[in-house]
């Protein structure tokens, strides 16, 4: 956390030199959610409950000058939940500094990066963590400290990251739900490095586009995101240094994508291969309404089996999206997940729609009908839910 | 037998007759909108703020408000990308479109909230933009080789001479099957309406130029630009602020760097 600090230190001198010597552009956005989770049954395991009421506020400020060149950024995030402690949480999505030298951009501070091309998993998506409290789906990601060089030419972009800090994952709490027997806490697991948190990771990637194709190329060196067990038994998360390749692509023909990314990840428990391919195919426009309804099909494979600390492993998802395209951006994602191996199966719907220009409305459900005990989705079996959601942006 | 080969004659006559009247007009609808394309030329690259007000039919009113930059390209077509301002839940979410004078164009777009940079299908041309009576394919860069054209005849307007040409969607996902439009020779051949006919080929759309102002004495640019759906009785108006031409831009503010950038 000190290093952190630090790293806010040194971004206040770079944010001040050359300030004010040109006109700056100042920007601010913040979101107030008001949310209720409410689950179909009653807990497996003690302390549970049934309605969780929380609200949650996210401020953005960024400011650019000297026509662009120079920027700072910062989003914060916080959520209040009514019974558990570990989902009441706040982070430092964002907090940056960033200089653009033509083609040469740099970045130092706390940054979210994205990469990959799938729906159902996030595979090669590995620099920031996890915000597993936050979201069923994985897209909920931590601020993740680092200095971050990127390269755009002819070639395409090249990036460089070194991350001197790493942030544990946190689970649900005692009187949360979607959570293992044990609490598990994120924060208390050994690390492989000596140098634990503190262990400098870098990474690389080279992205470009031919054509209809996509690619992205990476490699990532230092503490895993997630934890993994070492003995399925003992139940001993650990955070392992890990050595991972991945590559995305996309092929984008006419309405349809064809989508691909996959993970080597060499690590001292177990090497693994995992990867999800697909498809997306839309039928734009239906009779002229403006009504897109989008196909999604994908295959998901995970090398670690039971030593992962998820539940795709061998799975087929099925999707359909609805883009109603009016004014209130109508939205509605419906998806199937099928496991191959068990009979697995968990169904989720999601709903948004804007009103009164500055509001949404969210709903969602993910519904667990079956689960087999070998299965770490057995934990949560009886974790079925609603969400509603109203959000206010200023 | 004698008379039958007159018909013969006759027939192939008037027949090459028409071909040719079809030519010739075929020829100087694609030559007016040559003319208009190289009447703009040399604007090298422009940027734009963009209001958007969507009108239902009982009135009541939506407002978006839009960046525009855009880069010309003389041997394909030009690159663009929109920032959009509001609203707010969608606010930083771009778009990055690579024109191209045949074949599918490229885009990608920028989701902010997840910082997601996607390549989506510029194929869904035909579909509403933001809700607006604006099809994507209304607004993407409007390439000669994008249509075949037929002239169909000229007016006079206020002592102005407008030449109303027809012109046929080369790609068969659009959602017209063709568009009357109004070209302005007094006034560089700028287009000052035109008329959308769906699938069915029923009068769907009019798009109205309003209060053209002119740019480094050779850019005219409408400052408003009205679109009215005859089918649904909705509206939707683009107003078009602080037009900047010649602004220094170049292939590196077009990169995916420069997307994620301008989404913050």
């Known amino acids: 956390m000190k290093r952190i600090f630090i790293l806010i230190a040194m971004l206040s001198i770079l944010l001040t030199s050359g300030y004010g010597q ?73 907090l940056y500094w960033q200089g653009v030298f033509n083609q040469h951009e740099i970045s130092v501070g706390l940054k979210e990066i994205y990469w990959g091309v799938t729906e159902s998993a996030h595979i090669v998506n590995i620099i920031n963590q996890t915000d597993v409290v936050e979201s069923f789906d994985g897209e909920a990601k931590m601020g ?12 395409g972009i090249f990036d460089v990251f070194f991350m001197p800090y790493f942030r544990t994952i946190t689970f649900p709490g005692e009187e949360g739900r979607l959570r293992t027997p044990i609490v598990l806490e994120g924060d208390d697991f050994p ?59 996309q092929a984008t023909t006419g309405m349809m994508l064809w989508k691909y990314e996959g993970i080597y990840n060499n690590n001292s428990i177990k090497n693994f291969y995992a990867m999800a391919a697909g498809f997306e195919y839309t039928f734009g426009n239906v009779g002229g309404k403006g009504l897109d309804i989008g196909i999604l099909g994908e295959y998901l494979y995970d090398g670690r089996d039971e030593l992962a600390i998820g539940s795709l492993q061998h799975d087929i998802f099925t999707g359909m999206r609805l883009g109603f395209n009016d004014i209130s951006d109508s939205e509605i994602l419906a998806v199937a997940i099928f496991d191959l191996h068990y009979p697995t199966k968990i169904y989720s719907i999601e709903g948004s729609r804007r009103f009164k220009e500055t509001f949404t409305i969210e709903l969602e459900g993910r519904f667990f009908t079956k689960s087999a005990p070998e299965e770490f989705l057995y934990f949560i079996r009886d974790d079925s839910f609603l969400r509603f959601a109203v959000s206010k942006y200023f | 037998m004698k008379n039958l080969l007159i018909i013969v004659l006759l027939t192939i006559g008037v027949l090459s007759n028409v071909k040719s009247f079809a030519q010739d007009n075929g020829q100087k609808g694609l030559e007016i909108a040559e003319l208009a394309d190289k009447a703009d030329q040399g604007f090298e690259s422009s940027e734009v703020s963009l209001k958007m007000i969507l009108t239902n039919k009982q009135g009541q009113e939506s407002i978006r408000l839009l960046e525009n930059n855009t880069l010309e390209f003389l041997e394909d077509g030009d690159k663009s990308l929109i920032v959009f301002n509001s609203p707010l839940d969608v606010k930083g979410t771009s778009t990055l479109t690579f024109t191209h004078k045949e074949g599918s164009d490229d885009q990608w777009l920028y989701l902010p909230a997840v910082k997601r940079v996607k390549r989506i299908s510029s194929d869904n041309k035909s579909g509403p933009f933001m809700g607006s009576e604006f099809a994507y394919e209304d607004l993407s860069s409007q390439e000669v080789e994008k249509y075949t054209y037929k002239y169909i005849k000229d007016e006079v307007k206020d002592g102005e001479t407008l030449q109303i040409v027809e012109r046929y969607p080369v790609d068969e996902k659009s959602g017209y099957t063709r568009q009357v439009v109004w070209f302005n020779k007094s006034k560089a051949y700028r287009i000052e309406k035109i008329d959308f006919y769906d699938r069915k080929d029923a009068l769907l759309k009019t798009l109205t130029y309003e209060n053209y102002e002119l740019y480094l004495d050779k850019h005219w640019r409408a400052d408003e630009m009205i679109m009215t759906n005859h089918q649904t009785g909705k509206m939707t108006r683009l107003v078009f602020e602080d037009y900047a031409f010649k602004t220094g831009l170049t292939d590196q503010d077009f990169s995916q760097n420069s997307l994620v950038r301008a989404g913050r």
């Not at chain 1, 807990?43 to 996210?58: R, T, V, W």
Request: overall charge negative.
């Open chain 1, 144 to 155: 993740q400290p680092m200095v971050h060089y990127s390269l755009a030419n002819k070639l």
């Open chain 1, 22 to 94: 040109n006109k700056a552009f100042h920007d601010f956005k913040a979101e107030v959610e008001i949310e209720d989770r409410v689950f179909l049954k009653p807990g497996l395991y003690e302390g549970q409950h049934q309605n969780y009421i929380s609200i949650a506020f996210q401020p953005e400020y960024s400011v650019e000058w000297k026509e662009g060149k120079y920027s700072f950024k910062t989003t914060l995030f916080g959520r209040i939940d009514q019974h558990d402690n570990h989902r009441t949480h706040f982070d430092i999505r964002e």
């Open chain 1, 191 to 249: 690390f492989e490095s000596n140098s634990g948190k503190y262990h400098p990771d870098v990474a690389f990637r080279w992205s470009n586009y031919i054509g209809a194709f996509d690619v992205g190329l990476s490699y990532f060196y230092g503490n895993s995101r997630q934890p993994m067990i070492e003995d399925i038994q003992a139940f001993d998360p650990l955070y392992p240094l890990i050595h991972q390749v991945g590559l995305d692509l």
